[in-house]
């Protein structure tokens, strides 16, 4: 399949493609070197982040056996909810943020399907050759040398996707572990059915897929062009300049009717999603300046200024738009809350439910007993104990429950009886359960209900 593309009026086709595959031309440059290196950083990270130990325990693990997330000190459980929202809504207008600023940055620099991508693109350069030797190979009828060829380049291509879904699913099972019993075949057909599972994504995503996922399945490029606005900086190719479009001889006076653009196609054929920056911008367009490396490559050769095919805004120099700020005032109140909420954690929680079964009993003494299911959770890396008492009732007793020990990162359910003063006549009292930690002298509170006849 062919695309379309605008030539000074006249309609041209790009035939890079063959079956709508396109074939993209290793670039080097200032913008490529930036992708390369932010690409390396973050792999590491990624690969590294799990080997990190912090007080004897994987330092970031989403432990789903038992339902918590460890951040260093900060261990989070479902309960802590808000925290997670409030992490979603920053990391949701930073890229607002970023996208009103710069386009589409993140997908070109920093999006995990882009540095896939541009490694297995890496592999596919080392193994089947350049451009024109890949475009040579696809048309080329089976045999020993393309069978070969292929086979070394999938053999590859799913080695990394495999060793990319070990390394994910060490943030859900802890790290030494995990490569242990991967290695001695040992591990559990569930983390067997995921490894799998995630390596099938990476292959079929980075080495099948690639920029499809960008352009039909990826929701934020759809939604990303209400973001822009006239000071966003997106990749421009700058008509006024390069028109009239046509070839010339290097070192040679360039003829009267044409514009910069010799019409190398250099732009087009290193472009990762296949598309032509002169048509203007395109949703497909990912901003990862690789054009502009080719372009300021040609415009070098020819001994033209570079910036030909450059990041710029519509208005350059307009002052930032409300919009903008507004994106920043959000983000600095999300961090706010965000350090409120971890300053004000309890490392604890109770929660206290009446027994259901009987409301009150009367005893032989005169006096109500009412009898509490009480919850207790400990979320610190240490075992807690608590003594309780009572707040609201004069004269009423607690049946022999104290201290209440929890042990370190678990859940203990105790049965809780109060017991009224003798000839308790009302209907209800509420009251609070007061507990207090013996080593952290942390206080928790519950409201409750104690009924009478
Ligand atoms: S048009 Fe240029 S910036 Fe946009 S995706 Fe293609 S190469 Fe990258
Ligand atoms: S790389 Fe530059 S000179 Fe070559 S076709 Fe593209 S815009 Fe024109």
Same mark, same amino acid.
């Given at each position: 399949?062919?695309?379309?593309?605008?030539?000074?009026?006249?309609?041209?086709?790009?035939?890079?493609?063959?079956?709508?595959?396109?074939?993209? =031309?290793?670039? #080097?440059?200032?913008?490529?070197?930036?992708? =390369?290196?932010?690409?390396?950083?973050?792999?590491?990270? /990624?690969?590294?982040?799990?080997?990190?130990?912090?007080?004897?325990?994987?330092?970031?693990?989403?432990?789903?056996?038992?339902?918590?997330?460890?951040?260093?000190?900060?261990?989070?459980?479902?309960?802590?909810?808000?925290?997670?929202?409030?992490?979603?809504? /920053?990391?949701?207008?930073?890229?607002?943020?970023?996208?009103? #600023?710069?386009?589409?940055?993140?997908?070109?620099?920093?999006? @995990?399907?882009?540095?896939?991508?541009?490694?297995?693109?890496?592999?596919?350069?080392?193994?089947?050759?350049?451009?024109?030797? =890949?475009?040579?190979?696809?048309?080329? @009828?089976?045999?020993?040398?393309?069978?070969?060829?292929?086979?070394?380049?999938?053999?590859?291509?799913?080695?990394?996707?495999?060793?990319?879904?070990?390394?994910? !699913?060490?943030? &859900?099972?802890?790290?030494?572990?995990?490569?242990?019993?991967?290695?001695?075949?040992?591990?559990?057909?569930?983390?067997?059915?995921?490894?799998?599972?995630?390596?099938?994504?990476?292959?079929?995503?980075?080495?099948?897929? =690639?920029?499809?996922?960008?352009?039909? !399945?990826?929701?934020?490029?759809?939604?990303?062009?209400?973001?822009?606005?006239?000071?966003? #900086?997106?990749?421009?190719?700058?008509?006024?300049?390069?028109?009239?479009?046509?070839?010339?001889?290097?070192?040679?006076?360039?003829?009267?009717?044409?514009?910069?653009?010799?019409?190398?196609?250099?732009? +087009?054929? +290193?472009?990762?999603?296949?598309?032509?920056?002169?048509?203007?911008?395109?949703?497909?367009?990912?901003?990862?300046?690789?054009?502009?490396?080719?372009?300021?490559?040609? !415009?070098?050769? /020819?001994?033209?200024?570079?910036?030909?095919?450059?990041?710029?805004?519509?208005?350059?120099?307009?002052?930032? #738009?409300?919009?903008?700020?507004?994106?920043?005032?959000?983000?600095?109140?999300?961090?706010?809350?965000?350090?409120?909420?971890?300053?004000?954690?309890?490392?604890?929680?109770?929660?206290?439910?009446?027994?259901?079964?009987?409301?009150?009993?009367?005893?032989?003494?005169?006096?109500?007993?009412?009898?509490?299911?009480?919850?207790?959770?400990?979320?610190?890396?240490?075992?807690?104990?608590?003594?309780?008492?009572?707040?609201?009732?004069?004269?009423?007793?607690?049946?022999?429950?104290? @201290?209440?020990?929890?042990?370190?990162?678990?859940?203990?359910?105790?049965?809780?009886?109060?017991?009224?003063?003798?000839?308790?006549?009302?209907?209800?009292?509420?009251?609070?359960? +007061?507990?207090?930690?013996?080593?952290?002298?942390?206080?928790?509170?519950?409201?409750?209900? &104690?009924?009478?006849?």
């Amino acid at each position: 399949m062919h695309k379309s593309t605008k030539n000074s009026g006249a309609v041209i086709f790009q035939t890079s493609n063959i079956d709508s595959k396109v074939f993209v =031309r290793e670039q #080097k440059g200032f913008f490529q070197r930036i992708r =390369r290196s932010l690409g390396w950083t973050l792999m590491i990270l /990624f690969m590294v982040i799990p080997f990190i130990q912090y007080q004897g325990e994987q330092a970031i693990l989403f432990d789903l056996e038992v339902q918590k997330l460890n951040l260093f000190s900060l261990v989070l459980y479902p309960q802590d909810l808000f925290i997670f929202v409030l992490l979603l809504m /920053f990391a949701a207008f930073a890229l607002f943020y970023v996208s009103n #600023k710069y386009g589409r940055i993140w997908c070109g620099y920093t999006c @995990p399907q882009t540095i896939w991508t541009m490694m297995y693109l890496w592999v596919e350069h080392r193994v089947e050759g350049n451009r024109q030797a =890949r475009i040579k190979l696809e048309k080329m @009828p089976y045999g020993i040398k393309k069978i070969t060829t292929k086979f070394i380049k999938h053999a590859i291509w799913l080695l990394i996707a495999v060793i990319t879904a070990a390394v994910f !699913m060490s943030y &859900f099972v802890p790290a030494h572990q995990l490569y242990i019993d991967l290695i001695t075949f040992n591990s559990s057909s569930l983390v067997n059915f995921w490894v799998i599972f995630f390596a099938m994504c990476t292959y079929i995503n980075a080495g099948w897929i =690639r920029e499809k996922m960008c352009e039909h !399945m990826c929701p934020y490029s759809r939604f990303q062009s209400v973001m822009f606005n006239s000071n966003t #900086k997106v990749i421009t190719y700058d008509t006024k300049r390069g028109e009239q479009r046509g070839p010339r001889k290097i070192n040679k006076e360039k003829p009267e009717h044409l514009g910069d653009c010799v019409d190398c196609n250099l732009c +087009v054929q +290193v472009c990762p999603v296949g598309i032509d920056i002169r048509n203007g911008l395109q949703y497909e367009c990912i901003s990862c300046g690789l054009c502009i490396d080719a372009c300021d490559q040609t !415009m070098d050769k /020819f001994s033209y200024p570079r910036g030909l095919i450059k990041y710029s805004a519509i208005n350059e120099h307009a002052p930032s #738009k409300a919009i903008n700020y507004g994106y920043a005032l959000i983000m600095t109140v999300i961090t706010v809350l965000s350090i409120l909420w971890i300053i004000n954690r309890s490392e604890f929680e109770v929660s206290v439910i009446k027994d259901r079964n009987v409301l009150y009993r009367e005893t032989f003494d005169n006096t109500i007993e009412n009898t509490f299911q009480m919850k207790l959770f400990n979320k610190s890396k240490q075992d807690a104990v608590f003594n309780v008492e009572l707040s609201g009732l004069q004269g009423f007793t607690l049946q022999e429950t104290q @201290p209440i020990k929890v042990p370190a990162q678990e859940r203990t359910i105790v049965m809780v009886t109060v017991i009224s003063p003798e000839n308790y006549d009302q209907k209800f009292t509420d009251f609070e359960f +007061v507990l207090q930690e013996v080593k952290t002298q942390s206080e928790l509170t519950s409201k409750t209900t &104690f009924h009478g006849p």
